[in-house]
């Protein structure tokens, strides 16, 4: 009997876990706001302003780090593949005289 295909299913236990973190997870963020008295606020914002340099400083300086080395990675891969392709044609097995 062939397995059955359950994608729809995991699509949905993945929807319900992401929803069920965000309701608990911003309840429990409000909550800290209203019992900090709104300092709590403030260190979000100062979390979400750190995060989005952080994220716009790896946009700009690893796409350009990433574009530099291409050449380096393709000989890289290129160089990788010519010694597979040697190991798997090298006979390891050898006709033994007697």
């Given at each position: 009997?062939?397995?059955?295909?359950?994608?729809?299913?995991?699509?949905?236990?993945?929807?319900?876990?992401?929803?069920l973190?965000?309701?608990?997870?911003?309840?429990?963020?409000?909550?800290?706001?209203?019992?900090?008295?709104?300092?709590?606020?403030?260190?979000?914002?100062?979390?979400?302003?750190?995060?989005?340099?952080?994220?716009?400083?790896?946009?700009?300086?690893?796409?350009?780090?990433?574009?530099?080395?291409?050449?380096?990675?393709?000989?890289?891969?290129?160089?990788?593949?010519?010694?597979?392709?040697?190991?798997?044609?090298?006979?390891?097995?050898?006709p033994?005289?007697?």
């Amino acid at each position: 009997m062939a397995p059955q295909d359950d994608t729809p299913r995991k699509g949905r236990e993945t929807l319900l876990t992401v929803m069920l973190t965000a309701l608990f997870g911003g309840g429990f963020l409000v909550f800290m706001i209203l019992v900090s008295g709104g300092f709590f606020f403030y260190v979000l914002l100062a979390v979400l302003v750190i995060g989005v340099v952080g994220s716009l400083h790896y946009w700009l300086w690893g796409n350009a780090l990433m574009q530099e080395v291409a050449g380096e990675r393709a000989e890289e891969e290129l160089r990788q593949r010519r010694e597979a392709q040697e190991e798997f044609t090298r006979d390891k097995i050898r006709p033994r005289r007697f």
